[in-house]
Structure formats: structure tokens, C-alpha cells
């Protein structure tokens, strides 16, 4: 109760740093207060981070669900992110329309967190997924191979080996040479030839080295991370600013930095 005050009576990151640390307290309490101060604030950014710090929390589902449906992306995308992780079987028609939302952050995150919540409660997602293969947008498809891999599954008619000859993103065609290193299809020499031909031909070097190698395979253990967001050209974390955080698994968390220019993380591989 003193913490939810001090929040309250707080301003810009220190309000940050106070809302994530409500979201570590062990009590059902902490989840209420939260939960409350998400629906009634009207400041973005704290129902932002509100949603971020209940994406590690068993008791902040239902409120997830209602910021999942906010006005604001930056609110939606974590909201998201958070039900990969907690969301049970009721979320997958919340994640199936975020996967369409306008907001490349959502609809990025709605695929990574599609993956992670059909590996966890079983039910098959390699339909949805492949469909996004076709998304305009690179951070959608690039996410959809990343949760591919995550389920051990491939798409039919070879997308994912088109992408990665013909994808003029660099992040689509390295997403997709791990997909294929990773998950073995019908015919595995193909497999080997495709990794093998964009090892010496692809012009981004990054997607090269990565079809010439194995691809790392993640630890089942994971941690709870901070990562302070310092954009290209500045010397310091900056507030609100946009990131893509890419984990030991392969699956990229799209989004804004929290107002200390923080992200945070509650199970990184």
C-alpha cells in the first residue's frame, strides 16, 4: 500500500521503477492495485508499463485481456507480449486479432506470443503462423519464423525457403535460414543446399554467417533482464524510445522503452 502511494505521488521513471517493482510483490494485492490503476489512468505510458509488469504475473490475465484492446499500441504490444507468457486457452482469439492489429509493435509481438502460448498449452498454431509469412510487413514475418522454430514446425509449399532467397529483408531471410537450419523439412538435402547456396551468395553478411552456421540452441532456463534502450547516435537510454529486443530464442519484442528508456523483460531465455 505504501508503494502503490509513493507511485502515485511519483513522477516519469521513478513512476516506472515503482510500478515494475509493484509488479515483483508476491501478493494478490499488488495485481488488484495494478490491474485498477491500468483501467483508470489516463496516462499512456503508465498503463504501458502497468501492462508490462503484469505480463509476469499469473493474476494479471484478466487485465491483460482489456489492455490488449486500448487505443494506444505501446499499451497493446505489451499487453500481448504479456499473454505468450500467461495467457491461457481462452487467449487465442485475443492473440488471432492482434496478429491483424495496424500496429507493426502488436502485430509482431501477437506472432512471438502466439508461439510461445502454443507451445506452452499444446494447441496447434502452425496454421496462423504460416499465414503471416504473407504480412507486408518484415518484424511480422521475420516473428511468425521465430515462432515457427519456438512449436517445430515448417509451412507448406516452402514458404519460409522462398523467403530466404527472395525476401529483400535482411531480418526476414536471417529469421528464415534459422528456421530452416532448425527445423528439419521432407526433403533435408534441399535444406542443406539453400542454407549452403545463401552462405555464399546473400549480400548482407549477418544473414550469410548465419546460414553457414548452426544455429545456437536456447537453454530451457530463463531470467528476468532489464535492457536500457540507447538509440544510435546517443550516449544514454532514452525515454518512449522504440526497440526490438531480440532474445536467445529467436523471437524479437517490439515496442517503446518505458520513460527511464527501460525495457523489462520477465523471462529471458
Known amino acids: 500500500t505504501r508503494a502503490y502511494g509513493l507511485m502515485l505521488a511519483s513522477r516519469g521513471g521513478q513512476r516506472d521503477?515503482?510500478?515494475?517493482?509493484?509488479?515483483?510483490?508476491?501478493?494478490?494485492?499488488?495485481?488488484?492495485?495494478?490491474?485498477?490503476?491500468?483501467?483508470?489512468?489516463?496516462?499512456?505510458?503508465?498503463?504501458?508499463?502497468?501492462?508490462?509488469?503484469?505480463?509476469?504475473?499469473?493474476?494479471?490475465?484478466?487485465?491483460?485481456?482489456a489492455l490488449?484492446?486500448?487505443?494506444?499500441?505501446?499499451?497493446?504490444?505489451?499487453?500481448?507480449?504479456?499473454l505468450g507468457s500467461r495467457g491461457g486457452r481462452a487467449d487465442q482469439?485475443?492473440?488471432?486479432?492482434?496478429?491483424?492489429?495496424?500496429?507493426?509493435?502488436?502485430?509482431?509481438?501477437a506472432a512471438a506470443a502466439l508461439g510461445r502460448w502454443g507451445k506452452r498449452t499444446g494447441v496447434r498454431v502452425e496454421k496462423s503462423l504460416c499465414e503471416r509469412l504473407s504480412d507486408s510487413r518484415a518484424y511480422v514475418r521475420a516473428n511468425a519464423m521465430g515462432a515457427?522454430?519456438?512449436?517445430?514446425?515448417?509451412?507448406?509449399?516452402?514458404?519460409?525457403?522462398?523467403?530466404?532467397?527472395?525476401?529483400?529483408?535482411?531480418?526476414?531471410?536471417?529469421?528464415?535460414?534459422?528456421?530452416?537450419?532448425?527445423?528439419?523439412?521432407a526433403d533435408t538435402k534441399r535444406d542443406r543446399r539453400l542454407l549452403d547456396t545463401c552462405a555464399a551468395e546473400d549480400t548482407d553478411s549477418s544473414v550469410a554467417a548465419t546460414c553457414a552456421n548452426d544455429p545456437p540452441k536456447p537453454g530451457k532456463l530463463t531470467e528476468p533482464v532489464v535492457v536500457y534502450v540507447v538509440?544510435?547516435?546517443?550516449?544514454?537510454?532514452?525515454s518512449r524510445a522504440p526497440f526490438a529486443l531480440v532474445r536467445a530464442d529467436g523471437l524479437m519484442r517490439l515496442g517503446l522503452a518505458d520513460r527511464r528508456g527501460a525495457v523489462f523483460e520477465s523471462d529471458a531465455p
Not at 492482434?98 to 509493435?105: I, P
Not at 538509440?231 to 532514452?238: D, H, K, L
Open 17 to 65: 521503477a515503482l510500478i515494475e517493482a509493484i509488479g515483483h510483490f508476491p501478493s494478490k494485492d499488488a495485481a488488484v492495485s495494478l490491474a485498477a490503476h491500468g483501467r483508470q489512468s489516463g496516462d499512456v505510458a503508465d498503463r504501458a508499463k502497468v501492462a508490462e509488469a503484469l505480463g509476469s504475473r499469473a493474476d494479471g490475465v484478466d487485465a491483460l485481456r
Open 68 to 82: 490488449a484492446a486500448d487505443v494506444d499500441g505501446s499499451v497493446r504490444a505489451n499487453a500481448v507480449w504479456g
Open 93 to 109: 482469439a485475443v492473440l488471432l486479432r492482434a496478429l491483424e492489429d495496424r500496429d507493426v509493435a502488436v502485430a509482431g509481438n
Open 148 to 185: 515457427l522454430r519456438v512449436v517445430g514446425a515448417r509451412c507448406a509449399q516452402d514458404v519460409e525457403e522462398r523467403l530466404l532467397v527472395e525476401d529483400r529483408s535482411d531480418v526476414v531471410r536471417r529469421a528464415a535460414a534459422v528456421l530452416i537450419a532448425s527445423v528439419a523439412s
Open 231 to 238: 538509440p544510435v547516435g546517443e550516449s544514454s537510454p532514452i
